[in-house]
């Protein structure tokens, strides 16, 4: 078993080694103090509880910080997990110190309505404190690392949990910091739980090939420094094998074996100089063969984590690929420890609040706007996804998030610009606003002062938190009418869903007592908050469903149903269906006022089987029974969402879809199907017909129609024209 004393030589001997000048007095101080207030607690195997925070301590101290950011790590869970106070820490030590501890401390309140509520409180209040002082973090990924280097004594599905956590948050938010080495210990340590038959499978295989790999990567290590020296190029060189998780993800994305993959050595050539840099560059490319495409510049184009390197993808004598990186020592240095060895160098505690991290200021934006899921959601995209960048008309950079389209551009350059935008260009082309912009792109938003502001499609588009956050920020101000409307059909549809008395809200005797629940001055206040997707249903419900549920078990809420059931009528009788409110011919269950639309995805027509969906901001959405896009039904996250629909006892209205006819090509074809609808006395809103490789044409009609028995007979006049083969239905 680990011992106190073990550890404490080691952080100290880390702390000797790493960060001379260090107040080893105060830290001596720190660690009997911690000691002394975890004095009773053990780890889970059975060591003293002081052991983790000495191991977080040293880990801190490896990256070369500060006297204050060991201590924090120190202290690190004597406010979460004793009686010690924000205030003793502040009084003994520093408030300083004590402000770095609070910052690592997770949230202890437990009326949580699930985990990712927990889970995304804890990160907001740890991006607050990393705006504030960088080292928050720092000594919150230490934490983790220890935790994951341990994590063999936590049940299996504890291990499954927060190794879950560790790929999705903790190791890109490492990656995102920088720091490579920590984000390539935490890949590799949640691999080990997550897959560990793959994990073994690949650790086994290295093993097994181990001699055989240092062989070549000796014979290539002696020709790059023999090279180099003869040159006089002083450096240092040395080889390794890439990751395990790197190799993992590279065999799942490549669908490969190991034995197929080549590409898994990396070099690296660390000399004195940027200049020497390029120059071993040229050397490199003498000696081995480079593969076009391989090579990327990170010292003239550095990434946004300030990772410098020149990278290179050569071919040897062998026939094997591998890679080169060349940097120099500084450049190493933050590879490897990124924002750690930036604040060591730049010497300042607030690193977070310089124009290299201002993205931490963007994930606060606006927060409280946003749902748990959704923030986690798009914490993942903003922060640990690859970037894209392009440039402003006057060649301002701005990076967005990969896969961002104008919306997203036009939303980081201001609010103002995305709430009046009509349009995009791209390289000086028109493009649709959904188009996803690539690096290098020039991008100008073009806009009006009549425009209406966003769509509410938008929020679906779109790729950035911060744009989402300020398309709802709009929505919550300019639509509010029109979200209540929204908001309440879902919050109605919900509560039904569950089984629950709509009745009970409006009740005096219980409104106000549910309405404190949720937080919130009114119940117009709750529908207009989801109607913006600022709340969504299912998690306003969740919050008060028990307590109505218990207020349910005491005097009964005067609900219809409940007062006198002998009175009930079968809803689907025909006077019930007489006394709903039909919207564009169509018959919402249980409401009465919304809007309609229909979709775009199966146009369905009077006669359809139909069914509705609530969405966000445009009211039920009107789908036929077996289009693709309603398998969701069966998703306990979207069931709610899914109501009961019927077609109102009206032919009038016409109604648009689309046939898509498969066709063997021929001379004159085209002319029969228009004569052939012109004889149907169809109305046509639109027809294009397009050659395919394989001799067959596909020609695509939309139309009106009034029911599905006028479409099927149209359909069947046209299967009647030779050469037609087919005729489904298709998008609108």
């Given at each position: ?511 106000s007592q549910l309405l404190e629940k949720l937080a919130y001055a009114a119940w117009d206040d709750l529908y207009a908050a989801i109607g913006y997707g600022g ?177 099927n007979k149209i359909r069947s006049k046209l299967l009647s024209i030779p050469n037609v083969i087919a005729a489904k239905r298709g998008q609108y």
């Open positions: 078993m680990e011992t106190f004393e073990d550890h404490y030589a080691s952080m100290v001997d880390t702390i000797t080694r790493c960060m001379p000048g260090a107040n080893l007095e105060l830290i001596d101080r720190a660690v009997h103090y911690a000691d002394a207030k975890h004095e009773y607690q053990k780890r889970k195997d059975g060591s003293p509880y002081i052991i983790h925070p000495l191991a977080v301590a040293e880990i801190v101290a490896e990256m070369g910080l500060d006297t204050d950011a060991v201590l924090g790590a120190i202290l690190h869970d004597c406010i979460e997990d004793t009686d010690a106070s924000h205030d003793d820490i502040a009084t003994i030590f520093s408030p300083t110190v004590a402000e770095l501890v609070e910052g690592v401390t997770k949230l202890t309140r437990t009326d949580f309505t699930s985990q990712e509520e927990k889970q995304m409180e804890n990160l907001r209040k740890m991006f607050m404190a990393m705006s504030k002082d960088i080292r928050v973090v720092l000594i919150k990924i230490a934490d983790r690392l220890h935790n994951m280097r341990t994590m063999q004594y936590q049940t299996p599905k504890k291990q499954i949990i927060k190794c879950r956590e560790t790929m999705d948050i903790y190791a890109p938010l490492a990656h995102r910091l920088g720091m490579q080495k920590m984000k390539w210990e935490l890949e590799d340590l949640a691999l080990r739980y997550l897959d560990p038959a793959g994990y073994a499978e690949l650790t086994d295989h290295l093993s097994a090939q181990k001699d055989q790999d240092e062989n070549f990567m000796n014979s290539i290590q002696f020709t790059i420094k023999e090279k180099l020296s003869e040159n006089g190029i002083h450096n240092t060189t040395y080889g390794r094998i890439k990751h395990i998780y790197s190799i993992y993800r590279k065999m799942k994305a490549q669908n490969k074996t190991l034995d197929e993959l080549y590409d898994i050595y990396a070099f690296r050539v660390i000399v004195d100089s940027e200049i020497d840099c390029y120059n071993v560059l040229g050397h490199i490319h003498t000696i081995f063969t480079p593969i076009p495409g391989r090579f990327k510049d990170y010292i003239s184009s550095p990434k946004p984590n300030m990772y410098k390197s020149l990278h290179t993808t050569v071919i040897g004598k062998q026939g094997i690929p591998f890679e080169v990186q060349i940097r120099t020592w500084e450049m190493h240095e933050t590879a490897e420890y990124g924002i750690a060895a930036h604040w060591k160098y730049k010497q300042k505690a607030g690193a977070g609040s310089e124009k290299e991290f201002e993205w931490v200021r963007r994930l606060l934006e606006g927060q409280q706007d946003t749902d748990a899921e959704d923030y986690l959601e798009s914490l993942k995209i903003d922060m640990f996804n690859d970037q894209v960048f392009v440039f402003t008309p006057k060649g301002k950079v701005v990076g967005l998030p990969a896969g961002a389209i104008p919306i997203d551009f036009a939303y980081m350059i201001h609010s103002g610009v995305g709430n009046a935008m009509v349009g995009a260009k791209v390289n000086n082309r028109i493009v649709n606003i959904d188009t996803k912009l690539r690096n290098g792109d020039i991008v100008e938003i073009l806009t009006s002062k009549s425009a209406r502001g966003p769509s509410r499609d938008w929020l679906t588009i779109c790729k950035s938190n911060q744009a989402r956050t300020k398309i709802k920020q709009w929505f919550k101000k300019e639509k509010r009418e029109e979200n209540i409307v929204h908001g309440k059909a879902s919050f109605e549809a919900e509560m039904k869903r569950l089984n629950l008395p709509v009745s009970v809200i409006s009740d005096p005797n219980y409104s709340m969504t249903a299912a998690k306003a419900v969740g919050k008060i469903q028990e307590d109505i549920k218990k207020l349910l078990k005491g005097p009964t809420v005067p609900d219809p149903d409940r007062i006198n059931p002998g009175l009930r009528i079968n809803p689907d009788s025909e006077e019930v269906r007489r006394n709903r409110h039909a919207i564009n011919g169509v018959i919402v269950e249980d409401i009465d006022s919304c809007m309609i639309k229909f979709s775009k995805c199966c146009a369905p027509v009077p006669g359809d089987d139909i069914i509705g969906f609530i969405t966000r901001g445009y009211g039920v959405s009107v789908h036929r029974s077996d289009c693709p896009n309603t398998l969701t039904r069966t998703d306990p996250r979207q069931a709610a969402r899914w109501v009961h629909c019927s077609w109102a006892n009206s032919d009038e209205q016409p109604f648009d879809t689309t046939l898509e006819l498969e066709c063997a090509d021929r001379d004159g074809l085209v002319m029969d199907v228009s004569t052939a609808l012109f004889a149907a006395k169809v109305r046509m809103k639109g027809f294009n017909a397009a050659e395919m490789p394989d001799g067959r044409s596909v020609i695509t009609i939309s139309f009106e129609v009034r029911n599905v028995a006028e479409l």
